[in-house]
């Protein structure tokens, strides 16, 4: 059974960090690409971030230069840090597995319960 757990969100400072984990089990982060996505209350889920197999990583608009997507395979762990907060980035944060096509992420019905990430000002 595939299981995706993330930790790490909290209560956090405007222009302050956060560094969210998703912990895999089974193969699944070995076998695939891996994605943040996050969701604000009364909006769609979207795309944050996502790491292929292989390393190459992608970003929304939103987050370039604040946010960095890493993976470990030691540890079957997905990492999402996040500089520079902002109220935009309140949300409940999301890890997923799928596939990447060139940039393009794919999301597959693999989903963790999710991390709420709540930026004060």
């Known amino acids: 059974q595939v299981q995706l757990v993330e930790s790490g969100g909290g209560l956090v400072q405007a222009g302050g960090s956060l560094k969210l984990s998703c912990a895999a089990s089974?193969?699944?982060?070995?076998?695939?690409?891996m994605a943040w996505y996050r969701q604000a209350p009364g909006k769609q889920r979207e795309l944050v971030a996502s790491i292929a197999l292989g390393g190459s990583t992608n970003y929304a608009d939103s987050v370039k230069g604040r946010f960095t997507i890493s993976r470990d395979a030691a540890k079957n762990t997905l990492y999402l840090q996040m500089n520079s907060l902002g109220h935009d980035d309140s949300a409940v944060y999301y890890c997923?597995?799928?596939?990447?096509?060139?940039?393009?992420?794919?999301?597959?019905?693999?989903w963790g319960q999710g991390t709420q990430v709540t930026v004060s000002s």
């Open positions: 997923n597995a799928g596939l990447r096509f060139g940039m393009r992420y794919v999301a597959r019905d693999y």
């Open positions: 089974g193969t699944i982060f070995s076998t695939n690409a």
